[in-house]
Structure formats: structure tokens, C-alpha cells
């Protein structure tokens, strides 16, 4: 990840990173979730996942965070059942509403 990341100038534009491959379980498990909050400092109740995929909505929710789903073109959004919010597109719902729809689940 950080060498595609590097190799598209977009290194920088993150102050920190966990990789599937700085831990020993790929999801579902929630280790690289787990990592990624302990390098942020913050809770998984101050957190917010967002997948692509079902394995990583479980692996979100396992880690305790909430989660926004929205499907890649190979998934059916049948799948997602288990995500707090599912979306076709980032920018179908503004971040301030998803913000207050993920507040009052």
C-alpha cells in the first residue's frame, strides 16, 4: 500500500497508515482496524469505517467501530446487512448527515 501510495505523489496526504501487511490476520480479522486506532489515538467509538467490501465491514465491526458501506462494482449491496449506513456512492449523503444518522443508531 505505501509503495502505490508513493508511487501516485499520495504518501503525504496521510498522517498515518496501517497496511494489511503490518499484521499476522487479513480480515475479517480486526487487527489492521485495532492498529490503526492505536496509531490514531482514538477509541473505536470516535471512529468511522468505511468498506468496500462484507469482510471488512465485519472486520470494522468487530474492531467496535461504526460503519458506512458502499459496495464495489463486484459486491451486491444485499451483502451488506451488517453496516450501520449503505451508500451506492460517497457522495450520496453529505458528511454532516452521515454523521447525524450514524449518532442516532
Known sequence: MRGHLSRV???GMFEVLA???EVGA???DPEVY???LDRLGVTPAAAIAV???PHGVAA???AGMATVA???AYMDAAMFG???VVLTSAADLRLPDLLARLTTR
Request: net charge negative; no cysteine; hydrophobic share 40%.
Open 9 to 11: 505523489s499520495a504518501l
Open 60 to 62: 470494522a465491526r468487530s
Open 19 to 21: 497496511t494489511g501487511d
Open 34 to 36: 485495532l492498529l490503526a
Open 51 to 53: 468498506e468496500d467490501t
Open 82 to 84: 451488517a453496516a450501520d
Open 70 to 72: 458502499i459496495p464495489n
Open 26 to 28: 487479513h480480515k475479517p
